[in-house]
């Protein structure tokens, strides 16, 4: 009897990628570590960021959801070699298995280090560190703020350096949260209230700090938002974060940086000892000054005191009114002798006037014109009449020389109107030309040729 062969199962394409599926995770660990470059990185609108990890010899995609992605302090771009933890899955609908990433660290460097590098090129390139922006510290500030936590050591800290140095300024503390998540957008609202209030407290300065931590610790201090609101600060901003060793995105943005909580009160306000002494340096100089001017004031009143205008004070006034009486009596002398060769000038004048005797003068003038203007008069007929005549004798000759003037006599004169000449001549015109024919007065006759002989 002949063995049948066993028949094979007909599965659906489902059923199959769900097998394999069982399959993967049945053969695989539960969770494991990916090693590879990025390639390929598109971040969904939705928030979930799809990718492929590479090396030389083959690739693999990958998934990584928006609430996992929300956790990676760095930025994800093409060519960045991490190492991701995740597992393995079928995905059934599309037939593919991928690697569902959900904790990224960069290969060979810390999270936290590439995206502090990552975000201090990003900054450095829009300018927010360039010194020419940066404002200048007020030298003796009254009014100081602080944005640190209340509770932390770092408030006690700089209270202390800044009462120690300049006991009679006052602070005003913006309390916020120093670490944690969202401690970097309370910080920039921090910020940003010191800024409103600024005119009505008086704050002359800002300090924003710390005391020292982890890198995660001090983590709200390199976050975008705590580097933007500094930049956007009317105030001046001095960056007191950590320990000497550390240094974030804060304190490259700030006018000014402290090392340490304490050394913020030795930038912001000067030692009032050394202010003290120099003021007593001044004082000092300020009374040699006063006294050797006191002296030489003195010194000065004695001269001017042993002066002859000191001794006799109404000789110069004496003097200056003899000086005006003799210049009175030389003014009156010059006057009564100016006067009377004035009138001997004006006599003279008049006897001069007499003998030319104007009235006898200017009839002779008014005949002489009267004269004139007869002459005149004659000469202009004459040359009226004159002109007249020529003017006569032009008009005959233009009238003579008028072609149409021929009119008169009976005779016309006609016009081709298509070529717009003269006729004088049959060979002028052809069958059914218009002409136009002008008799005297003006008048015309309008025809057309019916027949030309030659």
């Not at 003290?276 to 004031?297: A, D, F, P």
């Not at 007929?381 to 004159?386: H, P, Y």
């Not at 008009?395 to 149409?404: G, T, V």
Request: hydrophobic fraction near 45%; aromatic fraction near 6%; glycine fraction near 6%.
């Amino acid at each position: 009897m002949a063995k049948t062969k066993p028949q094979l199962p007909v599965l659906t394409v489902t059923q199959l990628n769900t097998m394999i599926q069982v399959a993967l995770e049945e053969k695989l660990p539960s969770r494991l570590m990916l090693r590879g470059e990025i390639s390929d990185w598109k971040r969904h609108s939705s928030g979930h960021c799809y990718f492929l990890l590479k090396d030389a010899d083959g690739q693999i995609p990958c998934t990584l959801w928006a609430s996992k992605f929300r956790e990676v302090k760095f930025r994800c771009e093409n060519g960045l070699a991490v190492v991701a933890t995740g597992h393995v899955e079928v995905y059934v609908p599309g037939g593919r298995y991928q690697f569902y990433a959900d904790k990224f660290e960069p290969a060979g460097i810390g999270a936290l280090q590439l995206a502090f590098e990552q975000m201090r090129r990003r900054l450095e390139a829009e300018g927010l560190f360039e010194a020419a922006r940066k404002k200048p510290l007020p030298r003796c500030p009254m009014r100081i703020g602080v944005v640190t936590s209340r509770s932390g050591a770092a408030l006690h800290d700089i209270a202390e350096s800044i009462f120690n140095r300049w006991p009679c300024a006052r602070l005003f503390v913006f309390d916020t949260p120093v670490q944690g998540e969202g401690a970097a957008v309370r910080i920039a609202a921090a910020i940003a209230k010191a800024n409103r209030m600024r005119k009505r407290l008086g704050l002359e300065v800002l300090i924003v700090g710390r005391g020292g931590g982890s890198m995660e610790d001090l983590w709200a201090f390199n976050e975008e938002a705590t580097a933007r609101a500094i930049y956007a600060s009317a105030l001046p901003v001095i960056s007191a974060v950590g320990h000497e060793v550390d240094v974030t995105i804060t304190d490259l943005v700030a006018d000014a940086r402290a090392s340490t909580p304490s050394r913020a009160g030795v930038i912001a306000v000067p030692d009032s000892r050394d202010e003290l002494q120099k003021l007593h340096s001044l004082s000092r100089r300020l009374s040699l000054n006063v006294h050797s001017c006191l002296r030489h004031g003195r010194n000065r009143l004695a001269t001017v005191l042993a002066s002859r205008v000191f001794r006799s004070p109404l000789g110069p006034v004496q003097i200056a009114a003899q000086r005006a009486d003799e210049l009175a009596l030389r003014l009156a002398g010059a006057a009564g002798g100016f006067l009377a060769r004035l009138k001997d000038r004006l006599e003279r004048i008049r006897a001069m006037v007499q003998r030319f005797e104007p009235a006898r003068l200017l009839a002779r003038r008014q005949m002489a014109i009267q004269t004139m203007e007869g002459r005149n008069q004659a000469a202009a007929v004459r040359i009226l009449a004159k002109n007249k005549l020529q003017l006569a004798a032009l008009e005959n000759r233009l009238q003579a020389m008028d072609p149409r003037s021929v009119l008169n006599r009976g005779y016309s004169i006609t016009i081709n109107e298509r070529t717009g000449r003269l006729v004088t001549d049959t060979a002028q015109v052809q069958t059914h030309d218009r002409l136009t024919t002008e008799l005297a007065k003006g008048q015309k006759i309008h025809s057309r040729v019916e027949d030309v002989e030659s």
